[in-house]
């Protein structure tokens, strides 16, 4: 990554809540609200898309921890909309800080660890760990 990051670079990302996002997508007993993993999944979006614009050609951002609280429910038909603020980096590790909101309350909220990768070359240590295994 040849270009420095400032602090303080954000993205986003949104999405309506369908029965899919749901755990009812998972187990039908439980119920009709938005899965902690599609926020997470939300977040790491908003992650991404802050991060990108300032990759190398064959290079991504990847997410290398989580932790996150989601804080309150969120039903079918409702907008989430997630955001992601570099905090601190080291290196080629960066710790967003992230937040989702359903244009009611906060849902969710803590960091995302990333690290750059560069893809080329790790398509083929994944090609080679593959083969070895």
Do not use: N, W
Not at 11 to 31: R, W, Y
Not at 40 to 67: K, N, W, Y
Not at 106 to 125: D, M, Q
């Amino acid at each position: 990554m040849a270009r420095p990051i400032p602090i303080g670079t954000r993205g986003e990302a949104s999405e309506a809540v369908e029965l899919k996002h749901t755990l009812s997508a998972h187990h039908p007993e439980l119920p009709p609200v938005y899965s902690t993993p599609d926020m997470i999944r939300l977040m790491e979006i908003a992650c991404f898309h802050a991060l990108q614009p300032f990759c190398d050609e064959g290079e991504i951002t990847v997410g290398i921890s989580i932790h996150i609280e989601h804080r309150a429910a969120s039903g079918i038909g409702m907008r989430i909309h997630a955001e992601a603020e570099l905090e601190s980096f080291d290196g080629r590790f960066y710790l967003m800080r992230v937040r989702a909101h359903d244009g009611t309350q906060e849902i969710g909220r803590g960091t995302v660890g990333r690290a750059v990768v560069h893809v080329p070359s790790f398509v083929k240590r994944m090609r080679e760990k593959t083969r070895s295994s």
